[in-house]
């Protein structure tokens, strides 16, 4: 920490601005060129040893922005392994409000908001996302200028950004490595996701300042918990009404929540295209339709959300369950008290812990059939080894008789049939060498079959008793009738005919 007095470079510390986790900022006096400026000192630790030069590579690049809505970049260097940013000093505050502190007029706050919106479109022009959205970044002058601050730590691209196109992921430029880079109230879904980003997250980010600044509250639910935000900003649609409340008019509301939108896609293809829209909608002119992202037809929630936002969410909860509890199991209770937490209901939580089972057992099934096609061709190739074993003891005792006999019988009585089960060994070689996954997948389908078959056989002879014992007593009940009807022939054919005697009539 340096003090008042103190010399850092050719600067002098004159008073501490204002002091962060990445590292503290002063105002500082140049003597070479008798001007006050802010001296950014970054804190040991925040940025790692490869991370500290290529800091100074992009401070050195946001210094050629010059914009009257960017604060300007003087200097930029290393002093015993601490990166530092000489900058334009802003007298005045920054868009963080004082609690109880009366709101400016609505028609000053959206003026701020395109000025903002007016210094990152420019930036974007020359290749650089800020990445940083907030309202201690964005400071406005005693004379009004609204002046963003910290371009020194935006990611440059190296050329003007495609705002529909992926250019440069979310690295930790200047945080402890693996953290990313942001506040996750005005981080966008992909810069949470670690997805690659372009101009459209510093929009997002605009969005949500945008949305605190006018509505006089954040879009998020959980501002005090980073799980709960982070549940929040991916998942939670955006309320508008609170900007209703506010008394913004609903086409600057439009505009607002076009910029919030999940998906890049549906944002506005420039900041300079939303700053278009911003100012158009403040003069009554025609409105901007938001596009919603709707999702493909037929998709449970649960495929809604994208594996990695799950797996950040969950993994986070398991973290702090872990911390409380010395356990990193939850159990179904605990995930609905989590999944209450972050607005998830039980029924889309039981939908989601279907899914995974489902996947669980079809990983397992994955992993059962590959062992057992591994199994399989080790399978036919020990059995290649023991027939080419049997090959081998059995002719070496036909050659020791056969040399015995050899005065007695012709030496082709023995070597032939040698030869042809030769042949067959050499076919059998080859198939058990060269048999593959798709021999594999014919031989299971094969075996499929065949049990098939022989359960509907089964279930035919379960149905249908087929003992040879039961065929028999079958056919004797059939033949008793018929033997009967025999009997009874042979007893009418013996039997004596008598001829009745005819009968007189009386006349």
């Not at 939580?349 to 057992?372: D, M, P, V, Y």
């Not at 070597?415 to 031989?443: C, K, M, Q, R, Y």
Request: net charge negative; no cysteine; aromatic share 6%.
């Amino acid at each position: 920490m340096l003090k008042p007095g103190d010399a850092f470079e050719r600067y002098t510390i004159e008073a501490l601005i204002g002091q962060g986790g990445m590292g503290a900022v002063y105002r500082a006096y140049d003597p070479r060129l008798g001007r006050r400026v802010a001296l950014k000192v970054i804190a040991e630790g925040s940025a790692h040893a490869a991370g500290n030069a290529r800091l100074v590579r992009e401070a050195r690049a946001a210094a050629a922005f010059d914009h009257p809505n960017a604060v300007a970049i003087f200097d930029v260097g290393e002093l015993e392994g601490a990166p530092y940013i000489v900058m334009e000093l802003v007298e005045g505050r920054t868009l963080r409000r004082a609690p109880g502190e009366p709101p400016l007029p609505l028609s000053t706050r959206i003026a701020q908001l395109a000025g903002v919106a007016r210094a990152l479109g420019a930036a974007h022009e020359r290749g650089l996302v800020h990445r940083d959205i907030k309202p201690e970044n964005v400071m406005v002058r005693d004379d009004g200028m609204v002046k963003v601050l910290d371009f020194g730590i935006a990611r440059h691209t190296g050329g003007t950004v495609d705002p529909r196109s992926a250019t440069q992921p979310a690295l930790p430029t200047l945080t402890v490595e693996g953290v990313k880079l942001g506040t996750p109230v005005y981080m966008a879904p992909e810069q949470i996701r670690g997805d690659e980003l372009d101009g459209r997250t510093d929009q997002f980010a605009w969005g949500v300042l945008a949305y605190e600044l006018l509505a006089g509250e954040l879009p998020w639910r959980g501002a005090s918990d980073a799980l709960a935000v982070v549940a929040s900003v991916l998942t939670d649609p955006v309320d508008r009404s609170a900007l209703e409340r506010a008394g913004v008019t609903p086409a600057v509301a439009r505009v607002v929540l076009r910029a919030l939108e999940k998906k890049p896609a549906a944002r506005f293809a420039s900041m300079d295209d939303l700053r278009h829209a911003l100012e158009s909608a403040e003069r009554g002119e025609a409105p901007v339709e938001p596009q919603r992202y709707e999702p493909a037809a037929g998709a449970t929630l649960a495929q809604q959300f994208s594996t990695s936002e799950v797996n950040e969410v969950l993994g986070k909860a398991i973290e702090q369950q872990a911390a409380r509890q010395n356990s990193s199991k939850l159990s179904f209770d605990d995930l609905i008290a989590i999944a209450a937490e972050v607005g998830v209901d039980v029924e889309t939580l039981r939908e989601a812990s279907r899914a995974l089972r489902i996947r669980g057992q079809e990983a397992e099934a994955t992993l059962a059939n590959t062992s057992k096609r591994d199994a399989w061709l080790r399978q036919q190739r020990l059995n290649f080894y023991r027939h080419a074993g049997i090959y081998a003891i059995v002719n070496a005792a036909l050659l020791v008789l056969g040399l015995g006999l050899l005065t007695f019988t012709p030496w082709w009585l023995w070597f032939l049939p040698a030869l042809g089960w030769g042949v067959g060994l050499a076919i059998h070689g080859l198939v058990a060498f060269t048999s593959n996954e798709h021999d594999w997948t014919e031989h299971n389908q094969g075996m499929q079959w065949w049990l098939e078959n022989q359960q509907r056989k089964n279930e035919l002879a379960a149905a249908h008793p087929a003992h040879p014992a039961h065929r028999a007593s079958k056919l004797r009940v059939a033949a008793l009738p018929d033997a009967n009807l025999a009997q009874q022939d042979d007893e009418l054919e013996s039997a004596p005919v008598e001829n009745p005697a005819p009968k007189h009539h009386k006349r």
